[in-house]
């Protein structure tokens, strides 16, 4: 699991569609660029530029609820990436213990923005959709290291190596 940093959420062009824009914190810098509603990138948007409105939006009441029931949360995790859909945990802790609670990766961004909780991802979900600084897909490195592989076992073996 690694921990990872909003960078900022932008509209992906040409088909006007929100992009929320994690980072690693650590030296690698690999990126997680995951597709959100509009509704979303609003709210995340609203957060990061600490606007403040007359009424609480949904993702300031839910963290208003979190803290008038005592707990706290700890982090949020993007778990997976099942059937090009990214899925999140949202961990709060309360004198009871922990509570994992499923989330969209969108809602639960726009949540730890709001309560400086840590965000992390599984090292999974940034092998399959993230990319390096450069742009790279990291998924593309992986296959192209196992191809290179199988190339120098194709290479190496022999008819003898299978038996009989």
Known sequence: ??????????????????????????????????????????????????????????????????????????????????????????????ASGLTVISSRPSDAVALAIRSNAPIYADESVINRAGYRADGTPIKDQQETAMLEEFKKFIDTVSPEDFGN
Request: no cysteine.
């Open 1 to 94: 699991m690694q921990q990872m940093e909003l960078i900022g959420v932008r509209v992906e062009l040409p088909s006007n569609t929100p992009i929320m824009l994690l980072r690693e914190k650590d030296e690698t810098t690999r990126l997680l660029p995951i597709f959100i509603g509009a509704a979303e990138a609003t709210a995340i948007s609203i957060a990061l530029d600490d606007i403040h409105t007359p009424r609480p939006m949904t993702h300031d009441l839910l963290n208003n609820v979190v803290s008038k029931l005592s707990a706290n949360l700890e982090r949020v995790v993007i778990t997976e990436l099942r059937k090009r859909t990214f899925y999140a945990e949202l961990h709060l802790k309360n």
